[in-house]
């Protein structure tokens, strides 16, 4: 991974930083979330928010990130629609299929199997499908951010367009794929190498990277685990 710089936050945030030194926060929860090191609650600076759903633990600090960094929001229209009501200027809205740029990095939208709401001020608020994301830039190994997700099909068909050496996999459970699903998610999509996301959080997010490093080891999968701010490159 020397091209390319993935610092986990915890959770399921991640700040990439690629060959260009285009920097892209993914899922920003970052002040009340308790895995978040304390130096890391303000990154700055940034090129790019990317917004898988609109989970509040994937979305309560984006409002604020973009504010005070000036980034541009890369999420579906509904999730960009609504930040940009509430003052948050540079936005990319897309959808399934699409591909924007960032810097020097192609980000085109995928599926995702989850759900999508905001809970604002009392109000549920419906905030498109989830998503994740296909990361590219020259020189660096092309990445695949699941986001939330359960196990579909068409990871293969990911696998077989996009051709990602690396994943970011949510492995908690119970929300999401667990282990067992996350170890097929690596065979279907081809990938070498896997961050595992979205686990260790709270105590009802059971899968670990040691379970799934289990069910990946006889198969040449290195499961790279960090520990919140350590950085992978």
């Known amino acids: 991974m020397s091209t390319l710089a993935i610092t986990w936050l915890g959770h399921a945030t991640c700040l990439f930083q690629s060959p260009g030194n285009t920097r892209l926060l993914a899922d920003p929860w970052l002040a009340t979330n308790p895995a978040c090191p304390p130096q890391w609650h303000h990154p700055s600076p940034l090129d790019g928010v990317l917004i898988s759903h609109g989970h509040s633990d994937h979305i309560e600090d984006a409002e604020g990130v973009a504010r005070a960094t000036g980034a541009t929001v890369v999420s579906n229209f509904e999730i960009c ?3 940009g009501k509430k003052g948050v200027r540079n936005t990319k809205p897309m959808n399934k299929g699409g591909t924007v740029q960032v810097g020097d990095v192609q980000i085109t939208m995928v599926n995702a199997e989850h759900s999508s709401s905001y809970d604002d001020q009392g109000t549920t608020v419906y905030l498109g499908e989830a998503a994740g994301f296909i990361l590219r830039a020259p020189g660096a190994p092309t990445v695949y951010f699941a986001g939330d997700t359960g ?3 068409d990871m293969r068909l990911i696998g077989d ?22 170890a097929r998610a690596c065979e279907m999509l081809g990938v070498s ?5 979205h686990h260790g959080t709270f105590p009802l997010l059971t899968g670990t990277p040691a379970a799934l490093t289990a069910l990946v080891d006889m198969t040449g999968v290195q499961v790279i685990d960090l520990k919140p701010g350590e950085t992978a490159q």
């Not at 367009?161 to 996350?182: N, R, S, W």
């Not at 190498?193 to 996301?197: A, E, H, R, T, Y």
């Open 81 to 83: 629609s609504w930040l």
């Open 151 to 153: 196990l579909f099909g």
């Open 161 to 182: 367009l996009y051709k990602p050496q690396l994943a970011c996999l949510p492995i908690g459970d119970v929300f999401t794929m667990g282990p067992e699903q996350a």
């Open 193 to 197: 190498q896997v961050l595992p996301i």
